[in-house]
C-alpha cells in the first residue's frame, strides 16, 4: 500500500470527517466525560474536522492514497508554566487509523512525521493521552518509544 503522509487540507474534510466520527464514537466508550452533549453524526464530525483544520494551533497530517484519508494525526504546542525548564512540548491530541488500512505502517509513519515536526519547532518533549481499556493504542504507543507518565483516575459522584 503507497500512501503519502501531508498536511491536511480544506478539500480532505469529508475524508478526515469519516475518522474523526470513527475516532470519537471509540472514545465515547472510554470516558463518560466524553459523552457529547448533542447527537455527534458525521455531519458533526465534518464541522469539526473543518474547525480544527482552520485552528492556527492546531496541526494535522494525514496518511492519504490520492484523496482517500487512511489515517491522521492531531498536533499542537503546549506551553508550560514558567516555572518549569521545560517551557513548551508537543503534545498528540489525536491518531487514529482506519481499520481496513491499520497494519501497514501507517501510524509509525505519522508519529515520525509529528516528531520531525516538533523537533523542527525545537522541542524536546513530545507527550500523549491513552486510555488505559484502549489495549491497541496503548500497545501502538509503547511500541514506538512511549511510557506510561501518570494515571487520570475517575470516580462517578
Known amino acids: 500500500m503507497r500512501y503519502t503522509i501531508r498536511k491536511a487540507r480544506t478539500k480532505d474534510v469529508k475524508e478526515l470527517a469519516k475518522l474523526y466520527f470513527q475516532f470519537w464514537q471509540l472514545h465515547f466508550k472510554f470516558d463518560p466525560l466524553l459523552?457529547?452533549?448533542?447527537?455527534?453524526?458525521?455531519?458533526?464530525?465534518?464541522?469539526?474536522?473543518l474547525k480544527d483544520i482552520r485552528k492556527k494551533n492546531r496541526y494535522i497530517f494525514i496518511a492519504a492514497i490520492n484523496e482517500k484519508v487512511l489515517g491522521f494525526i492531531e498536533l499542537r504546542i503546549n506551553k508550560n508554566d514558567q516555572?518549569?525548564?521545560?517551557?513548551?512540548?508537543?503534545?498528540?491530541?489525536?491518531?487514529?487509523?482506519?481499520?481496513?488500512?491499520?497494519?501497514?505502517?501507517?501510524?509509525?509513519?505519522?508519529?515520525k512525521t509529528a516528531i520531525k515536526f516538533f523537533q523542527k519547532n525545537k522541542?524536546?518533549?513530545?507527550?500523549?493521552?491513552?486510555?488505559?481499556?484502549?489495549?491497541?493504542?496503548m500497545r501502538a504507543w509503547t511500541k514506538l518509544g512511549f511510557k506510561p507518565l501518570s494515571e487520570d483516575l475517575i470516580k462517578n459522584i
Open 123 to 137: 522541542l524536546s518533549y513530545v507527550k500523549t493521552n491513552v486510555y488505559v481499556k484502549n489495549e491497541i493504542a
Open 83 to 111: 516555572f518549569f525548564k521545560a517551557r513548551k512540548y508537543g503534545y498528540i491530541n489525536a491518531a487514529f487509523v482506519a481499520k481496513e488500512a491499520r497494519k501497514q505502517g501507517i501510524t509509525k509513519a505519522l508519529t
Open 35 to 49: 459523552k457529547p452533549a448533542r447527537s455527534y453524526s458525521p455531519a458533526v464530525a465534518k464541522k469539526d474536522a
